[in-house]
């Protein structure tokens, strides 16, 4: 009785309505799909699995050793033996051709409307909007990271790859698992019904920070993605000379600007690219502020409160909260502090270059810095005008 009260403690907690990654609550066509084939397949699998049970029980129980003969055996029963073969087969048969049609109809990406590009790399997401007709219109490339930010109603082509290692991109409340190979790009579809932020995890075991590979997709109102894109295509603004900001500048081209990118700061070029296994494919941090994550969605950029008002508002209110980013009352200093200076106290990485053997003892992940508390002061105020 207790291990049974234990499944069902876990499987009902696996069912709790506010899980972000729950598989039983589609928010998507793709996703739709998968629910409608998940639950006749979980019902079948459910009744075979019951009635099997209760055989064995009946089994144990009925013929257990009580110094009785051996039981009549079955053996050489033509009728039964081709019962219990056809049987099975039509349960498959029943199972298998919905199963294809679903696959098929989740393999179609004719009918996308819109086009983004995803690169998977230990251990973030790297989202890229190119040029297209799509998405309302996008007459410049831009790249951001850890959320993908998205149209309502709008069927989006999601063509992935990686850089180093196999990926598994994965957005439960609006489509199935897709891998992202190196030297392959693989599509597939997504699409949001309402505004909100999905929750993903990275299903493919990928290395050491495997489980804090996490990557997000905001769905926006039409009117409130076009608001956002704009802000993703607007020109770099320098920080008032003089200020914090000004000097954090200074020090993201000395400290930061060897691996991480922002569009339209003069850096100089990259600082010793040689000691690192891909030199400037660290997240673009253009308009990090914008974004609710960092450092592949392993921690929030908002404070707890504010995290909320903006996961628990309406699909009326989202577009309007998330377009908001993060001001400086919101801020989690606390972790983007901790992170600046020491990350990977906070997110284990190979950042020990000796230990990595086929890099040639190039370093992979961020630093520890050892920065002190004025240049992280510096680097959070020049990272807080990224909005």
């Known amino acids: 009785m207790l291990a049974v009260g234990a499944i069902a403690a876990v499987t009902l907690t696996a069912c709790a309505e506010d899980a972000p990654q729950d598989t039983w609550q589609p928010e998507g066509e793709n996703s739709t799909r998968?629910?409608?084939?998940?639950?006749?397949?979980?019902?079948?699998?459910?009744?075979?699995?019951?009635?099997?049970?209760?055989?064995?029980?009946?089994?144990?129980?009925?013929?257990?050793?009580?110094?009785?003969?051996?039981?009549?055996?079955?053996?050489?029963?033509?009728?039964?033996?081709?019962?219990?073969?056809?049987?099975?087969?039509?349960?498959?048969?029943?199972?298998?051709?919905?199963?294809?049609?679903?696959?098929?109809?989740?393999?179609?990406?004719?009918?996308?409307?819109?086009?983004?590009?995803?690169?998977?790399?230990?251990?973030?997401?790297?989202?890229?909007?190119?040029?297209?007709?799509?998405?309302?219109?996008?007459?410049?490339?831009?790249?951001t990271s850890g959320q993908m930010v998205i149209p309502t109603g709008t069927k989006v082509l999601v063509s992935g790859t990686s850089r180093d290692v196999i990926h598994s991109w994965w957005i439960p409340a609006l489509n199935g698992k897709k891998d992202m190979v190196p030297g392959r790009v693989h599509t597939v579809r997504t699409q949001a019904d309402e505004p909100g932020i999905y929750a993903g995890q990275c299903t493919e075991f990928c290395g050491l920070s495997h489980a804090n590979m996490r990557m997000e997709v905001v769905a926006l109102?039409?009117?409130?993605?076009?608001?956002?894109?704009?802000?993703?295509?607007?020109?770099?603004?320098?920080?008032?000379?003089?200020?914090?900001?000004?000097?954090?500048?200074?020090?993201?081209?000395?400290?930061c600007a060897r691996c991480h990118v922002v569009d339209g700061l003069d850096d100089g070029g990259v600082n010793a690219p040689e000691q690192f296994v891909y030199s400037r494919t660290a997240p673009n941090l253009t308009n990090l502020m914008t974004r609710n994550t960092f450092a592949g969605a392993t921690f929030d950029l908002l404070t707890d409160e504010c995290r909320e008002r903006v996961w628990e508002a309406t699909p009326e209110e989202f577009g309007e909260r998330y377009l908001e980013g993060v001001t400086p009352e919101c801020l989690n200093e606390v972790d983007l502090r901790a992170w600046i200076k020491n990350a990977p106290a906070m997110k284990p990485m190979y950042t020990d270059g000796t230990k990595l053997g086929p890099t040639d003892g190039r370093s992979r992940g961020m630093p520890a810095l050892g920065l002190n508390d004025d240049q992280a002061d510096q680097l959070v105020a020049y990272l807080l005008e990224r909005n």
């Open 34 to 143: 998968i629910h409608n084939l998940q639950w006749p397949v979980f019902a079948i699998a459910g009744v075979v699995g019951l009635l099997v049970f209760l055989a064995i029980v009946w089994v144990v129980i009925r013929y257990r050793d009580r110094g009785q003969p051996i039981p009549k055996q079955s053996h050489g029963k033509p009728a039964l033996e081709i019962a219990l073969t056809i049987l099975p087969a039509l349960i498959l048969v029943g199972v298998a051709v919905p199963t294809v049609g679903t696959l098929m109809a989740l393999a179609e990406t004719d009918d996308t409307e819109c086009s983004v590009n995803v690169y998977g790399q230990q251990w973030w997401w790297e989202v890229e909007y190119p040029e297209q007709k799509g998405c309302g219109g996008i007459d410049r490339e831009f790249v």
């Open 221 to 255: 109102d039409p009117g409130d993605f076009e608001t956002w894109k704009a802000n993703q295509l607007k020109p770099y603004a320098a920080p008032e000379e003089g200020s914090i900001a000004a000097e954090g500048e200074s020090a993201f081209i000395s400290q």
